[in-house]
């Protein structure tokens, strides 16, 4: 059986961070065949282009985890009425240089929680009109706007019973998502691999 790896993103650097709380418990209600792991951010320099030539190492790295993975999973808080600063400068390290866009072909999902009733709705909004331009194919249905309420989460920090049917459902179509995306990418690849023989 296949196993698929999943890059985690967190838009958000706080300690207490709603949304690194949600990510934690969501990838609890995968299927054992898909593993997460949290990507770093915050100790990425801000985007240079005058980098591009010898980026950092906290960037490189950042790209090599991207690259290994199957697929993406971003949850973003929403600062002013779009996607934090620390999460744009992450997209931009990874689509540069021009022409070596890491994101390009990942399967991704999105995903936020608020205290607002709106639940980073336009963040999402945003990121999604990003990685449509950085060739990321993203999930579109069902979507995940959510309030921080009573019921969320449970004492010990897991998804609570009101919110898992919906984000179970979230998930099993996150999986699905994942395993086209992955079947597509592996067909390209060989494809490539037979144009390029002999």
Do not use: C
Request: no cysteine; net charge neutral; charged share 25%.
């Amino acid at each position: 059986m296949r196993h698929y790896h999943i890059a985690v993103i967190v838009g958000s650097l706080r300690k207490d961070s709603f949304n690194r709380k949600l990510s934690n418990a969501i990838v609890k209600l995968a299927p054992s065949d898909f593993s997460f792991k949290q990507v770093r951010i915050g100790d990425l320099p801000l985007y240079n282009q005058d980098d591009d030539e010898n980026q950092a190492e906290s960037v490189r790295r950042m790209k090599s985890e991207i690259r290994a993975a199957d697929g993406i999973l971003f949850v973003t808080p929403e600062y002013n009425r779009s996607v934090p600063g620390v999460l744009k400068n992450a997209l931009d390290h990874g689509s540069r240089p021009y022409g070596q866009n890491v994101w390009a072909g990942k399967p991704a999902g999105v995903l936020g929680v608020s205290p607002g009733s709106a639940g980073t709705a336009m963040a999402q909004q945003h990121l999604r009109n990003i990685l449509s331009f950085l060739d990321v194919p993203t999930q579109g249905q069902p979507e995940a706007y959510i309030q921080v309420r009573e019921g969320l989460f449970d004492e010990a920090g897991e998804i609570g019973e009101p919110s898992r049917p919906h984000l179970q459902n979230w998930m099993d179509h996150f999986v699905e998502w994942v395993k086209i995306g992955a079947w597509v990418q592996s067909r390209g690849a060989q494809e490539d691999s037979e144009r390029k023989a002999p």
